[in-house]
């Protein structure tokens, strides 16, 4: 057997994370984390399980009962949702316009269902006149779309009208909301949304490890109701309804230091205000936009889809995404990323989320990435994209 | 909608946590917790992977390339383990002897696999002759056994010649190490254990959220060659290959700081040295052992299955357990637990785990567990207990 490892102490480089996520971590959540622990059945924990559940529906806009963090990063909520909301024999509609919509299809099969499409490409939101279509053609239990696409930067419009349409069906609608939720509008109980869930590493701009999700009443009838238990013990929400409903019996041990920082990054967005939010994410990044743009440089969705919180920049031609990307790290610290599946190589995403969605971050990135592109030899006004930046900023 | 909610100021009250888990959480991996974040596709974050990785082959004793944080808390490295070894029409073997083995027949059917018994009563270890027996009639593909069962205090002796019982009946073996890892000796190599899970809040002292396994390549090419995926798509090993793998490729996102967290508490224990760790937990929880004995309290294991990381300390006739669990904590800031299923009202569950396992804890729960069972008229001479103690610690 090997001797003892000799590992040194944790010194990773300073990152300034303006990628898909994570974002970066406001101090204050950061010096949560160092709380020291109590146990996840102290009555203690149980009032900070409450407020957290406060916070979080205030968040969602919901007042859903069934609000809780998942002991796990982003894809444990989504598995949670869909695990335990798919049934075998059920029937899943996922759209396919972006990365998300593939492991929703992924989590629904593996929970024993069947799977439809509703098309759009990737770029593009879905139009309600395919969802409309792929209900009367299939007649699907559960639909699935994603409000804020990490993989493409589109924002879902018109969500009333496609959970209408799924409503009218007697379906129940599973919202991806990881990069939407405190960054960008999102109104679960007025949009009739039956099931949301998302990250805290996105736009709550707190470290991954509790994952929020909701569920409301009609949703968690049907969980509570399957004929066999979901396929996961682990996200069975039959039992967390133990732990985080009245009875407040063990089921597993909850991730308490997540929770703590889940605590305080919804604390920070409740005194911000979720509406003042949404108006900062929308103001920084829409410099962050103009930036871009002035300096030569397009976006990829159309305006109308735009995702204040995941910017898709399109890359120059002749310009390698990927050694620009390499270049604001080495250079500037800075992380951004690349595209995903069906746009790699084409866009930049670059991500205004949380404590991310500051105008200094965004002169940054502007500085940054316009020196990256230069290098390279591309025609890139940085200048012209400041003064479009400050503009915006009313500067 | 309601109003934003005015959450005060994080405070939980200053517990000594010396109950099943969590345990105390060493002061470095709180520290730890409050470094900034990197990106789980940082580079740097790639070496801190790797770091982790060899950290925690030490500690488990085995050489397994695969060996990584799961990102969930211990029960999520538990159904990873059974999730993605049990394919349905596969049989498992399970223990009766405790909490936990209810638990691994939960996610073996869950899994789509047949659940066959080996029997043993709680409160004791698994018989050998038993296992043999089992074995002759199911011949079961995969059999679980509990190492350190956390609901009974019960430690299972000769290893060794359950795996040897199950490799002549070419199973693999899954041993749930949750309450030894990094307290109690475990040779995963050596003993011939497949597969080992268990959780970072109890030996390691770290927060809960990332949580140990280990398969050897036996184990992996089944997990490798299962006809149909594993059932849950965040926990299934073959895409986790990908990202813990040589490609690095994303997956999901990785709970960062939990990562940053089991780094430093693993660092702790190779700093210590295992063998000299295993040696402190034997000596302190033997103090602790010496001194209920001597204050007139029984331990409900026999001596030769005793675990010293988590004490099943015998509640006197005329106590009620819940109201001495409640004083502590009221008075003390202390926690400790009760017991659960069969022996629930029976025992006290009284963990001496990672940086709770001191002189110090020993000293303050003799006190505080003394004067408990006073308060409801108990028999019992807490000055003898710290004699024995001193005695046991040579002090």
Chains 1, 2 share one sequence.
């Not at 409450?50 to 009962?65: A, C, H, P, S």
């Not at 405190?182 to 679960?188: A, C, D, M, N, T």
């Not at 871009?292 to 898709?312: C, K, R, T």
């Amino acid at each position: 057997m090997s001797d003892a490892p000799d590992v040194g102490e944790l010194t990773p480089p300073n990152r300034t994370l303006m990628g898909p996520g994570p974002s970066d971590v406001h101090p204050r959540v950061l010096r949560a984390m160092s709380t020291p622990l109590v146990g996840h059945l102290d009555p203690s924990f149980i009032d900070i399980m409450n407020e957290v559940q406060e916070l979080m529906r205030y968040t969602f806009r919901t007042d859903n009962k069934w609000t809780i963090p998942v002991s796990g990063t982003g894809s444990a909520s989504m598995e949670a949702a869909i695990g335990n909301l798919v049934e075998p024999g059920d029937t899943m509609l996922v759209p396919t316009n972006g990365y998300f919509g593939g492991r929703m299809e992924s989590m629904a099969e593996r929970a024993g269902g069947e799977v439809v499409h509703v098309d759009a490409p990737w770029g593009e939101p879905l139009d309600p006149a395919d969802v409309q279509d792929a209900f009367d053609e299939h007649q699907p239990d559960v639909f699935g779309f994603v409000h804020a696409e990490t993989s493409t930067g589109v924002k879902q419009p018109g969500v009333p009208e496609l959970t209408s349409i799924a409503h009218d069906h007697d379906a129940l609608v599973v919202a991806d909301t990881v990069t939407s939720l405190g960054g960008v509008e999102l109104e679960v109980d007025d949009w009739g949304i039956d099931v949301a869930y998302s990250g805290p590493q996105k736009c709550l701009s707190c470290p991954p490890g509790a994952s929020p999700l909701t569920l409301n009443d009609r949703a968690m009838d049907k969980v509570l109701s399957r004929e066999e238990p979901p396929r996961s013990w682990y996200l069975d929400l039959s039992l967390l309804e133990g732990y985080w409903g009245d009875d407040r019996s063990y089921h597993h041990t909850a991730p308490i230091t997540n929770v703590y920082a889940i605590r305080e990054a919804l604390r920070l967005v409740a005194e911000e205000g979720i509406e003042e939010r949404w108006a900062r994410h929308r103001r920084v990044a829409g410099a962050l936009k103009a930036g871009v743009e002035a300096m030569g440089l397009g976006l990829n969705p159309e305006d109308e889809y735009w995702l204040p919180s995941l910017n898709a920049v399109l890359v120059p031609d002749g310009v390698d995404a990927g050694a620009a990307i390499d270049y604001v790290l080495e250079h500037y610290d800075l992380e951004i990323a690349g595209g995903l599946g069906a746009l790699a190589g084409d866009i930049f995403r670059v991500g205004c989320m949380g404590h991310s969605a500051r105008p200094e971050n965004v002169s940054f990135l502007l500085t940054a990435l316009g020196e990256a592109l230069e290098a390279q030899g591309a025609d890139v006004d940085p200048e012209a994209g400041f003064a479009a930046m400050r503009e915006q900023l009313g500067q």
